[in-house]
């Protein structure tokens, strides 16, 4: 891959935060890409379109760290519904009670206190909106 087409999927991600939207390519087998990239690793099909995600996830992996002289934050893996696996911080008054397999939604904001809109997660409440 180029620098040019590292840079123009990297800045499409971007662009599509900001927009408010957890994007993510899907090759026309259907696969879903996350991260972005040129070719799909699953079948190799350079024939890759933009989607969005719903942002309907369950927790693959969890760890809560602790640092010292700060509040502890969760940092999950998760299993979004679209059918990839990302890397998340998990937010909310229960984040740090999060286990395996619980349910989340994924929307996309600031961390507390500013900077890069990035997608976070927070447990579902399990009733439907």
Not at 29 to 40: E, T
Not at 53 to 81: E, F, K, N
Not at 88 to 98: C, E, F, V, Y
């Amino acid at each position: 891959m180029s620098l040019a087409q590292e840079r123009s999927l990297d800045a499409t991600y971007r662009r599509r935060l900001t927009e408010g939207v957890l994007a993510f390519q899907q090759c026309g087998g259907g696969h879903a890409v996350f991260p972005p990239r040129p070719v799909c690793p699953t079948c190799g099909s350079r024939e890759l379109a933009w989607a969005e995600s719903a942002g309907d996830a369950t927790i693959y992996s969890a760890t809560t760290i602790s640092p010292r002289d700060q509040d502890p934050y969760t940092v999950v893996i998760l299993d979004v519904a679209e059918g990839f696996r990302m890397m998340s911080r998990l937010d909310g008054p229960d984040a740090t009670s999060a286990t395996i397999g619980d349910d989340v939604r994924v929307e996309v904001r600031a961390i507390a206190g500013g900077g890069d809109l990035l997608p976070l997660a927070a447990l579902s409440t399990g009733v439907d909106a």
